[in-house]
DNA sequence: TAGGCCATCTGGTCCT
DNA sequence: AGGACCAGATGGCCTA
């Protein structure tokens, strides 16, 4: 395993996450739920049963801090580790192109449109190696206008013969953008697919 | 109202 | 021993 990474001060609860934690906001002074393992009131997991979960091979330690400071802990930490996780993942949400007014991607869409967007990049600067548009040192800069990028609808979309979209994802819907060249000579135009999943939600966005 | 998404808690496992 | 990571469980919020 790498590294751990000490946590940076990343913490940037979405507005989800703002409602949620004022929910399960802990008391304010004295905790004493410490004792019982639990940092604040929250609602129990009952489950179908009416039960809290079992506690498994709960291991009796002798030495060291209690177990329900231990536990508090481990959730600060566990908590904290999904607040940077989502800051990370709030970050690749502000590089990838532009999507219509309040439409924010889901963890697993973010992660999807990525790989597609990367891919796509990807084969461009395979493209533009190929016509020569890496010749002479000028290169490719990185995308410039994938912010204003147009979206197409499917019934205007013609395939590219040029740029096929990767097998596993169907070419429901395109996205158009251009890509400049670094001495800004020449425009560099992009089709790319994104995957059914991720438009689906914002069709009436464009519509 | 059902289903999707999310935050959180929790115990187990692995690593330093 | 303690921290990071993971997966399961649970309940709240939102939308179709």
């Not at 060291?64 to 989502?86: F, I, Q, T, W, Y």
């Not at 251009?178 to 135009?189: A, E, H, M, Y």
Request: glycine share 6%.
């Amino acid at each position: 395993m790498s590294p751990k990474v000490p946590c940076a001060s990343t913490d940037l609860p979405t507005s989800r996450d703002a409602v949620t934690r004022s929910r399960f906001s802990p008391p304010s002074a004295g905790g004493t739920a410490e004792d019982s393992g639990e940092s604040f009131p929250r609602k129990q997991h009952t489950g179908t049963g009416g039960e809290p979960p079992a506690v498994k091979h709960v291991k009796q330690k002798s030495r060291g801090e209690p177990r329900g400071r231990r536990r508090v802990k481990a959730n600060d930490r566990e908590r904290s580790r999904m607040h940077n996780l989502n800051s990370a993942l709030d970050a690749l949400r502000s590089i990838l192109p532009a999507l219509p007014e309040d439409a924010k991607l889901t963890k697993i869409e973010t992660l999807r449109f990525a790989h597609n967007y990367i891919w796509a990049l990807t084969e461009t600067l395979r493209m533009a190696d190929q016509r020569g548009y890496l010749q002479g040192g000028s290169g490719l800069s990185s995308p410039t206008s994938v912010s204003s990028a147009e979206w197409d609808s499917p019934a205007e979309c013609a395939t590219s013969a040029e740029f096929e979209p990767r097998n596993c994802y169907p070419p429901s819907h395109q996205m158009k953008c251009n890509i400049l060249t670094r001495d800004q000579s020449s425009v560099f135009p992009v089709t790319f697919y994104i995957e059914s999943l991720c438009v689906e939600k914002y069709k009436h966005s464009w519509q």
